[in-house]
């Protein structure tokens, strides 16, 4: 069984920063691509960044040159610093990887993973 627990986020002040973190713990084989994602209230859950094995990366327009997205592959952690926030930067922030596991019955298989989910708030 593999789970992605967060930690971070919480409530800032227009033009500060928060950090999170994300790591991924269970029968984990290898991890591919790790991201974050968001959704505000009445919205789709969008891309954040993304952050290959190998180290390539991905931004949204609206988060490049704020945010900044790194891993750990030792830890299988993952992180994104947020600098410069903004009030629309309001959302849930959902970590994500693709992981492949190994069991003895199924084999490798790889699967999407998805963390619970952490409320950055930005508000004066």
């Known amino acids: 069984q593999v789970q992605l627990k967060e930690s971070g986020g919480g409530l800032v002040s227009p033009g500060g920063s928060l950090s999170l973190s994300c790591v991924a713990s269970?029968?984990?084989?290898?991890?591919?691509?790790m991201g974050w994602y968001r959704q505000a209230p009445g919205n789709q859950r969008e891309l954040v960044a993304s952050?290959?094995?190998?180290?390539?990366?991905e931004y949204a327009d609206s988060v490049e040159g704020r945010f900044t997205i790194s891993r750990d592959n030792a830890k299988n952690a993952v992180y994104l610093q947020m600098n410069d926030l903004k009030p629309e930067d309001t959302a849930v922030y959902y970590c994500?990887?693709?992981?492949?596991?190994?069991?003895?019955?199924?084999?490798?298989?790889?699967?999407?993973?998805w963390g619970q989910g952490t409320q950055v708030t930005v508000s004066s």
């Open positions: 952050i290959t094995k190998g180290g390539r990366i």
């Open positions: 269970g029968s984990i084989f290898s991890i591919n691509t």
């Open positions: 994500n990887a693709e992981i492949t596991t190994w069991t003895s019955k199924t084999g490798l298989q790889e699967s999407d993973y």
